[in-house]
């Protein structure tokens, strides 16, 4: 009998490694790895998707709901698509997975939404939901943190401060700390 099983190395080299009473983290390692060559046999490592591959995916799976959700014709020619794919790709998306997961949101709140809102504004937030859904919280939680036109005294002062303070200071309390990465 054969079981064939896909999996990330790093974190299943971690979790087994993690039962180790070893205070070193460099000897935790080596022993979940070892226990891992116990297990499996033979490991066949998948290439690395590079950024092109995963745009082409990405355009590609956009494409083939294109009629479902009348998606403008010059949709991925547009400037705004252009800037958000290209900080997905570069720093949100890493395998095709993500892609899918993607894709797969968007088709369906696209679907709902039709042309209520912006396609690409959505696209970004699909994102968002798929690989930052504790920022997503935040911005359900409290949304007056996300916009210029304020009502409460609270969001008009938070603004005042926010001026004096620099991106990265204000993307911290914006982002989940476990999120927090380049894209």
Do not use: C, W
Request: proline share 4%; aromatic share 6%.
């Amino acid at each position: 009998m054969s079981y064939v099983l896909a999996y990330d190395t790093k974190r299943v080299v971690q979790a087994l490694g993690e039962g180790v009473s070893i205070d070193s983290s460099d000897e935790r390692e080596t022993r979940g790895r070892a226990y891992l060559e116990k297990i499996v046999q033979l490991q066949i490592p998948l290439p690395i998707t590079f950024g092109e591959e995963l745009g082409t995916l990405l355009r590609a799976e956009i494409e083939s709901f294109r009629d479902e959700i009348n998606l403008p014709v010059e949709f991925e020619k547009s400037e705004r698509y252009g800037d958000i794919s290209k900080i997905l790709i570069l720093d949100v998306l890493q395998t095709p997975r993500d892609v899918k997961r993607l894709v797969g949101t968007f088709h369906v709140l696209a679907g709902m939404l039709g042309n209520e809102v912006d396609l690409v504004d959505l696209l970004a937030y699909s994102a968002l939901l798929v690989k930052a859904p504790g920022t997503v919280d935040h911005i359900r939680n409290d949304p007056e943190d996300f916009v210029e036109d304020t009502l409460s005294e609270k969001a008009v002062l938070r603004q005042l401060n926010d001026k004096k303070a620099p991106l990265p200071d204000r993307l911290s309390r914006i982002v989940a700390r476990s999120e927090d990465n380049q894209g």
